[in-house]
Nanobody, 116 residues
């Protein structure tokens, strides 16, 4: 069983930055694709960014150039650096671990609010 624990959310003004962290338990982290998703009130959960086991990355168009995903396999942790935040980035952000599409896990989510 894998547990994912997110941290780093909070309230930030437009144009500000936050860094989210997601720490995973277990031994499959380095072999897994790690992703960040978000869900705003009244909307479906949407993809934000992912980092594969080979450290290639992919981003939603809405965050390209502003968000950066990275991972530290020695710490079983994935990060999401969010810069130039906008009010429309307000959402609950979820960490996802996908192990060869056979096993997938979600964190509990962390709230990000962008508001002046």
């Amino acid at each position: 069983q894998v547990q994912l624990v997110e941290s780093g959310g909070g309230l930030v003004q437009p144009g500000g930055s936050l860094r989210l962290s997601c720490a995973a338990s277990g031994s499959i982290f380095s072999a897994s694709t790690m992703g960040w998703y978000r869900q705003a009130p009244g909307k479906q959960r949407e993809f934000v960014a992912q980092s594969t086991s080979g450290s290639s990355t992919n981003y939603a168009d809405s965050v390209k150039g502003r968000f950066t995903i990275s991972r530290d396999n020695t710490k079983n942790t994935v990060y999401l650096q969010m810069n130039s935040l906008k009010p429309e980035d307000t959402a609950v952000y979820y960490c996802n671990l996908n192990y060869y599409a056979v096993r997938t896990y979600w964190g509990q989510g962390t709230q990000v609010t962008v508001s002046s």
